[in-house]
């Protein structure tokens, strides 16, 4: 049976430890918080206090329950109050140095039958235990920030933390109404481990200039459901907390170059520029401490992005395909008042494209989001054809055939035969390179990428992909099409895997890989994923929807072009599509859904 815990001892009472003396207070746990300073006792009393009463201010936490749960609370000056506690969760910042030295102390002054146990999110709990005497009483509680908030705790054990105390630390997680995943003593457990690389890359992505802060965050934001992008999300973490954690991860971590810091972190870091605590980071900030972002030398401007400089009139758009992708982007463009020309291969395709089209207009009057007039008026706008020829007189083409190169090249001649001068050739590919399309032609400068995402009606985001070709017109009149299609374009070079997927597949490559190392299961990643960053879906979960087969060929492609070796794809993935789990659409992936 779990010991209970009666009384709790907080050392560090910053954001994240003020949080978890406000958990353990907010479920009948008597707490004594202790700071190495008066002053910085008050600080972290009046962060306390302050989140109270944003809890009261909402309706999320009654006045008497406030009061009941301040009342739990003691504050004391000096790790020598702690003699009597039966738990000390440590919290201060992450330095491995001083995380030794208070639990040293804390072993000499804690009653023997005391946990120790530390808050750190990537430095070794094992380190920081061999300085006690008690190395088996010794643990890691990783909260996310805001604790009272964020439902996932990760569990550290050491090789030599004693089952008992882990058991113990599981059922007062549950105490805590938390979900708890517990695992082994590695860099960056499984949340950071996977976390940071992703932040690390889209820093990279920004220092190279390759897209815009904006874009790369309203991309991941708009193509992946995200609750925040990723150099927004550095700069609520903070630049230097970010920095040193990946430091940490890289030098215990195999030196992966993954998380080796990007140099422009520490140049941030260096500068004084950590977010949104110093009030500028990535970007600015209304002023230290405030989540109100203000323009800066970067932001851009509103007026010339409207104006769409050099944009060519566009009123008619050819669409070329008949898959799911083609069939939403014939519907977006027809409700958006453009003229389509659909043009797929034979006339029983055709007819499917069509009905395809009018079954999803049907279903958005049953749902009240198209009315009957705008559904046939949509309708009214497409010509259907088999023949490549009605495209001579449009003024756009959108291509959206099979992701196969030597096809879309194919596609694409015949297209610089047929078309008119000044026509804008539009690739949707996701992962093959528009330039080799644009060279299929003798207008290169007129061919851009138009990444839509799936389903083409409802997703908000296109990337629009310029080549080293792209004249500024054509990227001007496809930015004022996304624009009039009500979509957020993002501008992005001619990449492997442009933002989204570039940023998306090695993050889910690096999950399928801390799977196969045994060092958790795939539902305690997906929670931890889910529970503790926010994702809408774990890495699993989507890995299955999205298609293993699919998942690992934009792996490979990414891994040719950048030759990064923590790119590789993960054995595992290649073994699973080997023998035909491909996920959802087969019934097996890494989840089994034959039953489901």
């Not at 517990?182 to 949340?191: K, L, P, Q, V």
């Not at 927004?232 to 954690?245: K, N, Q, R």
């Not at 980071?281 to 989540?291: H, I, L, N, R």
Request: aromatic share 6%; proline share 5%; glycine share 8%.
């Amino acid at each position: 049976m779990a010991r209970e815990f009666r009384s709790v001892g907080v050392v560090g009472l910053g954001t994240m430890g003020a949080g978890i003396v406000e958990v353990f207070a907010r479920n009948g746990i008597d707490v004594l918080a202790v700071e190495i300073s008066d002053a910085a006792l008050e600080r972290g009393r009046s962060t306390l206090t302050g989140s109270t009463d944003r809890a009261v201010a909402k309706g999320k936490l009654s006045p008497e329950d406030r009061d009941a749960l301040q009342s739990r609370i003691s504050f004391a000056v000096g790790l020598d109050a702690l003699h009597d506690v039966d738990l000390v969760v440590e919290a201060v910042p992450e330095k491995l140095e001083l995380k030794r030295q208070i639990f040293a102390e804390l072993d000499r002054i804690c009653k023997p039958t005391a946990i120790l146990a530390t808050n750190t999110s990537s430095l070794s709990v094992t380190e920081i235990s061999v300085a006690t005497h008690r190395p088996n009483q010794v643990i890691g509680i990783h909260f996310f920030n805001p604790a009272p908030v964020m439902k996932l705790v990760e569990i550290i054990r050491t090789v030599v933390t004693a089952p008992e105390v882990v058991a113990d630390v599981e059922a007062l997680c549950t105490r805590l109404g938390k979900v708890d995943v517990t695992i082994s003593d590695r860099a960056g457990f499984i949340a950071n481990a996977l976390l940071f690389g992703y932040l690390n890359h889209a820093v990279s992505m920004y220092e190279a200039k390759y897209a815009t802060r904006e874009d790369i965050d309203a991309a991941m934001k708009l193509g992946c459901g995200l609750p925040m992008g990723p150099l927004a999300l550095m700069d609520l973490i903070g630049v230097d907390t970010a920095y040193e954690i990946l430091d940490t991860m890289y030098r215990r971590g195999g030196r992966d170059r993954r998380h080796a810091p990007v140099p422009l972190i520490k140049q941030m870091v260096t500068a004084g520029l950590l977010g949104r605590k110093s009030g500028r980071g990535f970007y600015t900030y209304e002023k230290p401490g405030s989540p109100v972002v203000v323009p800066d030398d970067q932001t851009p401007n509103a007026a010339e992005s409207a104006a769409a400089d050099g944009a060519r009139g566009i009123a008619t758009v050819g669409v070329v395909g008949s898959g799911t992708m083609a069939i939403g982007i014939i519907e977006v463009f027809a409700k958006a008042g453009y003229e389509v020309v659909s043009v797929t291969r034979g006339g029983e395709k055709s007819a499917r494209v069509c009905e395809a089209v009018k079954k999803s207009l049907n279903k958005g009057v049953v749902r009240g989001k198209v009315t009957e007039a705008d559904r046939d008026a949509a309708l009214g706008r497409v010509t259907w054809s088999t023949n490549l020829d009605h495209l001579a007189d449009v003024d756009m083409v959108v291509e959206a055939v099979v992701e196969e190169l030597t096809v879309k090249q194919a596609l694409f001649a015949s297209l610089d035969e047929i078309c008119k001068p000044g026509v804008v050739l539009a690739t949707t590919t996701s992962s093959l390179p528009v330039i080799e399309c644009a060279m299929s032609t003798h207008r290169p400068a007129d061919v851009v990428g138009l990444h839509f995402f799936n389903p083409a009606q409802v997703m908000p985001l296109v990337e629009i992909v310029r080549t080293i070709r792209t004249s500024p017109e054509a990227l001007a009149t496809a930015r004022a099409v996304v624009a009039a299609l009500g979509k957020t374009g993002v501008v992005c070079g001619d990449r492997s895997g442009f933002v989204v997927n570039a940023l998306l597949f090695p993050y889910l490559n690096d999950a399928v890989k801390m799977l196969e190392a045994s060092y958790a299961t795939a539902d305690d990643i997906d929670h931890a994923m889910k529970l503790g960053c926010g994702y809408p879906m774990g890495p699993f979960d989507l890995l299955d929807v999205v298609g293993l087969d699919v998942s690992l060929a934009i792996q490979r492609e990414l891994y040719l072009e950048l030759r990064e070796p923590g790119f590789a794809p993960a054995p595992l993935l290649e073994h699973l599509v080997t023998a035909g789990y491909l996920g959802r659409k087969v019934g097996r992936g890494f989840r089994d859904y034959t039953d489901r």
